[in-house]
């Protein structure tokens, strides 16, 4: 039998520390794909146009916020859950922090093998 891709929700635990508390995150690693980051991209890309009014930085912002908002399923935060508009009014270096976090949590882990 050959190695067959998982797709599907692959929800992951994960504590994020910051200003000395401790988020507890639910995050669907599976969520976080090429495809994705490419559809965020292609939107964002389209409302910086020069007519817009949005720029690249602000635009940057909007797509870690998105990003995170398809791949974290909840988190025990008491004030709001993880939505686009809540991450939005997040801080930039907290979400930025955030984003990271979630990006080399849910990434693949390096594997070895043996020759």
Do not use: C
């Amino acid at each position: 039998m050959g190695f067959k891709f998982s797709t599907g929700e692959k929800i992951l635990e994960l504590d994020f520390k910051y200003d000395d508390q401790t988020l507890h995150l639910w995050v669907d690693a599976n969520a976080l794909s090429g495809k994705v980051l490419k559809d965020i991209n292609e939107g964002l890309q389209k409302r910086m146009g020069a007519d817009t009014g949005v720029s690249q930085p602000a635009a940057v912002i909007e797509g870690l916020a998105t990003m995170l908002a398809k791949v974290i399923k909840k988190w025990n935060a008491e004030d709001a859950e993880p939505t686009l508009d809540f991450l939005m009014t997040l801080p930039v270096g907290l979400l930025s922090k955030l984003a990271n976090f979630v990006m080399e949590s849910a990434g693949p882990k390096q594997e070895t093998a043996e020759a």
